[in-house]
Structure formats: C-alpha cells, structure tokens
Nanobody, 121 residues
Framework: QVQLVESGGGLVQPGGSLRLSCAAS????????MGWYRQATGKQRELVAI???????NYADSVNGRFTISRDNAKNTVYLQMNSLQPEDTAVYYC???????????????WGQGTQCTVSS
C-alpha cells in the first residue's frame, strides 16, 4: 500500500506565505513525477506545479514566480513554498505522485487527502 500525507495548510493574510509538504510512504520502489494541484469551491481541480525525477519543474502561469516546488528524494517528499499569496489562491491543495511499487512493472498515480489553504484578511 502507498500513502501520501500532506501538511502545512492553514489561514494566512494576503501577501503572506505558506509551505506545504507531502510525504509518500509504503511499498515504494521509485517515484517519477510529483506535483501539487488545487481545487477551489465550485471549480475544477487544476495543476499548480510539478517536479520531475530529474528536478525539472513546471508551473501554472497563475503561480509562476510566486510558488516554488521542490523534492527530497531521500525522504520521498515534495514541498510547495507559496509566497505573495492572494485570495484567489484559496483552495484545497492536493499532492500527486506517480509511484512504482515493489513487484510492479508500471507507475500508478496516487493522491493525498488534501489540505485547505485560505488567504483572507
């Protein structure tokens, strides 16, 4: 079994910062792409940022320059540093990872449970 556990959400004022963490655990042979998605109330889930196994990254235009994604392969953990937060960043943030389990020949996608991030004065 594989689990993704997120932490770091909360309430912050506009212009503030939050740092999200997501740790993968279980029967993990290797991890390919890791990323963060978000879903605001009444909207579809959208990509925020991804980081590949080689360290290359991609960001949504709306967060580029404000958010930074990184990963610690030794800890099977992905981070999202969010700066200059605005009310429109309010959403549930979900961690995603493509993981190859021991005994499997392919990668499968896994999701965390989500963490609420609210930007409000």
């Amino acid at each position: 079994q594989v689990q993704l556990v997120e932490s770091g959400g909360g309430l912050v004022q506009p212009g503030g910062s939050l740092r999200l963490s997501c740790a993968a655990s279980g029967s993990i042979r290797s991890i390919n792409t890791m990323g963060w998605y978000r879903q605001a109330t009444g909207k579809q889930r959208e990509l925020v940022a991804i980081v590949n196994s080689d360290g290359s990254t991609n960001y949504a235009d709306s967060v580029n320059g404000r958010f930074t994604i990184s990963r610690d392969n030794a800890k099977n953990t992905v981070y999202l540093q969010m700066n200059s937060l605005q009310p429109e960043d309010t959403a549930v943030y979900y961690c995603n990872a493509w993981i190859r389990r021991f005994g499997s020949s392919r990668y499968s996608g896994y999701w965390g449970q989500g963490t609420q991030c609210t930007v409000s004065s």
